[in-house]
């Protein structure tokens, strides 16, 4: 699960330097902008399950009371963020690259500072003369 999250966050922070690269040349259109705001989805699909899983791992007691606050933190960090992307009007998306890029160096930054490295997980060996099922 941490790879997976650290992959998925990898790849959020290079959509959003993908979209402040490309946002300020106005020629582009769609066709600049749609690569890393697709980049961007794709990376949502392994950041999203990977991280609430991991956040409940380790509290199996008070995991529908975890999710639920899980859950509404995304919802009031998404109302005091959205503000900021429309900040300059409808004729620019550079708020929304801005605002994108932030939240997934943030977010990178958390996942290092507070997950850590990934450990190796040492299985011990079973003896060949133990019977394992009955």
């Known amino acids: 699960m941490r790879r997976l999250l ?3 966050l990898a790849m959020m922070v290079i959509a959003g330097i993908g979209l402040l690269a490309v946002v300020p040349f106005r020629g582009g259109g769609l066709l ?5 705001l697709t980049l961007l989805m794709f990376s949502w699909s392994f950041v999203q399950s990977n991280a609430i899983a991991l956040g409940l791992t380790n509290h199996p007691q008070i995991a529908g009371s975890a999710s639920a606050l ?6 009031a960090f998404g109302a005091v963020v959205a503000p900021l992307v429309g900040i300059a009007g409808a004729n620019t998306a550079l708020p929304m690259a801005i605002v994108v890029a932030a939240c997934g160096i943030a977010a990178a930054l958390a996942f290092k500072a507070l997950v850590g490295p990934v450990r190796a997980v040492h299985v011990a060996a079973v003896p060949a003369d133990v019977q394992l099922l009955p």
């Open 6 to 8: 650290g992959f998925g």
């Open 70 to 75: 899980l859950g509404v933190s995304q919802f």
């Open 32 to 36: 600049v902008v749609m690569p890393p």
